[in-house]
């Protein structure tokens, strides 16, 4: 006798196995905002009622793409911190996000934040991923002898810092920001800037 499974088991999975059409079909670069949902239909061979039942609307498609895409990334960055200190995962976190390729991404993110600060309700499973990042920092953090407190404040701040230099990647890429990552990884460490002269 095969299991039955309930219409929200069945449904699940149906979205599941749309996302995963749909990250096939995009790739590194989710669609972008002026696209409809019949093109996005078109592109993953679907249809357009089935993605709006699914996801509600292109912020929705946005959202769970992004939030899937994210866990993929962390997954591996989450390999890397096993070997290495905080500073090591900080500054992994940043090369992943900067990658050329990237760009599109990150601009995706930064506009279903933006919709998310409007109808937060809207957003909960995406607003609820983010802090996957702050947790594996916090541990990270942890690991090298900080308080419970103190490491989840470090981490906070860490990765409000990051994500405040990736908006400014995208709203002015001709400024450059590595020196600001290694400013944040000094001020991580309780070192408020850096030295006047060597050896000093």
């Known amino acids: 006798m095969g299991v039955i499974l309930s219409s929200t088991e069945r449904k699940g999975d149906a979205r599941e196995r749309l996302l995963a059409r749909l990250l ?8 972008a905002p002026e696209v409809s949902l019949r093109e996005i239909a078109a592109r993953t ?7 709006r039942y699914h996801f509600g609307s292109l912020p929705g498609v946005l959202a769970a793409m992004l939030k899937a895409q994210r866990a993929r990334d962390n997954a591996a960055l989450f390999e890397a911190a096993q070997q290495g200190t905080f500073d090591d ?10 990658r050329p390729e990237q760009l ?3 601009r995706s993110f930064f506009h279903v934040v933006g919709l998310a600060a409007y109808r937060p309700e809207d957003f909960r499973e995406f607003i609820d991923s983010l802090d996957d990042l702050t ?13 419970a407190r103190e490491a989840l404040t470090v981490a906070t701040v860490t990765v409000a810092a990051i994500r405040g230099l990736l908006l400014q990647e995208v709203l002015t890429p001709a400024v450059h920001s590595e020196d600001a990552v ?7 460490q309780g ?8 050896g000093t």
């Open 24 to 31: 096939d079909a995009f790739d590194e670069a989710p669609p």
């Open 45 to 51: 061979e679907t249809s357009h009622a089935l993605l």
């Open 89 to 98: 995962l900080v500054v992994a976190i940043w090369r992943t996000y900067t």
């Open 104 to 106: 599109s991404r990150i």
């Open 135 to 147: 947790r594996m920092l916090a541990s990270l953090a942890e690991r090298e002898g900080r308080d």
């Open 182 to 188: 290694t400013l944040i990884l000094r001020m991580s």
């Open 191 to 198: 070192r408020s800037g850096p030295r006047t002269h060597p």
